[in-house]
């Protein structure tokens, strides 16, 4: 698996050291370098070959929305990832019209930012390792890892743990047939009603489907498949 390089950009040590845990947490992302103001970022940028980069778009020495505006210029291929007290709505737009991945609020939970990272890594995955024609629905679902994060609504529910969602999607990513809750359960060890419920959510959010094994005796079983 490619392994992804990140680049914190943040005036405070210690939100730089918070945000290095969440990355050394997220499978598949390192961390490259940390900064402190505009000028160490511009001259990280010119000589690293970074993925993602961290960043409070007040940054000391950072000319906020302007000079993230000449960074997607000059870098195109680097990603942004908006970390920031900025609540201002002017602000929040012209992030996303600059094209950043996600933008979060401070304080923002440990949990919300890593999953902002799986993500990332999911969704430039999808996008730059693929080689088959793409369909439709397969389109909908990367671009989608980027879209659900402005809407606001991709809070998980109570019970719903984002890494135990990963491990039950990647195994069945992996194996790419349908399969009862009781058979992902085992995958990933955990019960059967667990699984169930992992994977009614991942229906309800149209990112698997339902069909049933009538070959059975008795009551069908109910299977899911993953949309790939």
């Not at 290095?20 to 010119?46: F, I, M, P, Y």
Request: charged fraction near 25%; proline fraction near 3%; aromatic fraction near 10%.
């Amino acid at each position: 698996m490619m392994i992804l390089s990140c680049v914190i950009a943040d005036s405070s040590l210690e939100l730089q050291s918070q945000y290095a845990v969440a990355l050394s947490r997220t499978q598949n992302l390192r961390l490259k370098e940390t900064v402190t103001t505009g000028g160490e970022l511009e001259d990280c940028l010119k000589r690293a070959n970074a993925h993602l980069v961290l960043l409070d778009i007040f940054l000391n020495g950072w000319g906020g929305l302007s000079s993230l505006r000449q960074a997607r210029i000059r870098y195109p291929r680097i990603d942004w990832l908006v970390l920031s007290s900025g609540d201002d709505p002017d602000v929040v737009r012209g992030c996303i019209c600059l094209g950043v991945f996600d933008y979060l609020i401070k304080p923002f939970s440990t949990e919300r930012l890593e999953r902002a990272l799986s993500a990332y890594y999911q969704y430039y995955q999808g996008l730059t390792q693929r080689t088959n024609p793409w369909r439709q629905k397969e389109l909908d679902l990367i671009t989608g890892l980027k879209g659900r994060f402005f809407s606001g609504l991709d809070e998980y529910p109570k019970g719903i743990q984002v890494k135990l969602l990963e491990r039950l999607r990647a195994c069945m990513e992996e194996r790419d047939k349908a399969m009862s809750a009781s058979t992902a359960g085992s995958y990933v060890g955990i019960s059967r009603s667990t699984a169930r419920r992992y994977l009614e959510y991942l229906v309800e959010r149209r990112q698997a489907t339902v069909e049933y094994d009538i070959s059975s005796v008795g009551r069908p079983v109910k299977l899911y498949r993953l949309i790939l």
